[in-house]
């Protein structure tokens, strides 16, 4: 793996990852772009430098190469695993009510309460599935998101009336 | 291993790539932004909130917008107005030159 640290193809990978994360944050004017990118980087260079801590002659790097291998693989699991909730989220007939906050019937009152407070700044998405149940999602993945039940459509006041 | 060569085996390539994007990113900022951007303001300020229009006022305060202060002005506006009138491409809306656009947010400013 030493040679890999050298050569051309780990280099620009880094190299393009860091300056992607430069160039959308400046663009963007933004932290958040900035550290979103900077941690796509931050995963790659982790998990490298992990597998090459692992073989190493010195006790300490090797524990260290561990936990970042951990970590690294953790991090993989987590990112298919919030891929895969999106994904049931959009596409599946029913969501487990355990996951969320049931709000009863909601409409666009408590839509705009909620943009107030819990969900200020996320953007809502409303999902109808089966059995006279909405699905609420203020963000976009499971790990930095609220989700909501509702038994109406929130939408209901203002959607133009459906063709007999 | 001297440092130098130890920048130059592995840290050349990943510092340099987004030192040199970054001068890119840092130029491509400090431009004007097309001129719909102010129409698109100007449709906003009679919604916006005292607050966002001081954004407005501030972002208008030499008279342009740069790349730079528009994004804090959009997201500005998108929290307080929820919406933003938009200029799609082939719309007549984009056959106004910058100084007419600006122009507009100027008076919608007074308004």
Redesign the interface.
């Known amino acids: 793996m030493k040679g890999l640290f050298k050569g051309p193809f780990w280099q620009i990978t880094v190299g393009l990852w860091l300056s992607m994360a430069v160039f959308f944050g400046i663009t963007a004017h933004s932290w958040e772009t900035l550290l979103s990118w900077l941690s796509i980087a931050a995963f790659f260079i982790i998990g490298a430098l992990s597998g090459e801590f692992c073989k190493s002659q010195v006790k300490p790097l090797r524990i260290a190469g561990r936990i970042g291998a951990v970590a690294f693989f953790v991090a993989l699991a987590g990112c298919v695993l919030i891929g895969l909730e999106r994904v049931y989220l959009v596409t599946a007939d029913s969501y487990p009510r355990f996951l969320t906050k049931n709000l009863g019937t909601a409409d666009m009152n408590t839509l705009d309460m909620l943009g107030t407070k819990e969900c200020k700044g996320k953007a809502v998405e409303v999902f109808e599935k089966a059995n006279n149940t909405w699905i609420i999602r203020c963000g976009f993945g499971w790990h930095d998101s609220h989700t909501y039940t509702s038994n109406a459509d929130p939408f209901r006041s203002i959607r133009p009336e459906r063709a007999q | 291993m001297t440092v130098s060569r130890f920048f130059r ?2 840290l050349m ?6 030192a ?3 001068c ?3 130029y ?2 400090s431009q004007e932004v097309e001129p719909y951007t102010y129409t698109s303001y100007a449709w906003a300020w009679p919604h916006a909130n005292e607050n966002t229009r001081e954004v407005i006022r501030e972002a208008m305060a030499d008279g342009k917008i740069s ?6 002005v959009f997201r500005t506006i998108m ?1 307080d107005v929820h919406a933003l009138m938009t200029c799609p491409a082939g719309n007549e809306c984009r056959d106004k030159t910058v100084e007419q656009t600006r122009e507009i947010l100027q008076e919608a400013m007074t308004q």
């Not at chain 2, 390539?13 to 987004?18: A, I, K, R, S, T």
């Not at chain 2, 790349?67 to 804090?72: N, Q």
């Open positions: 085996d592995y390539v990943p510092v340099l790539m987004p040199f994007t970054a890119f990113a840092v491509d900022v790349r730079w202060e528009s994004p804090v929290d």
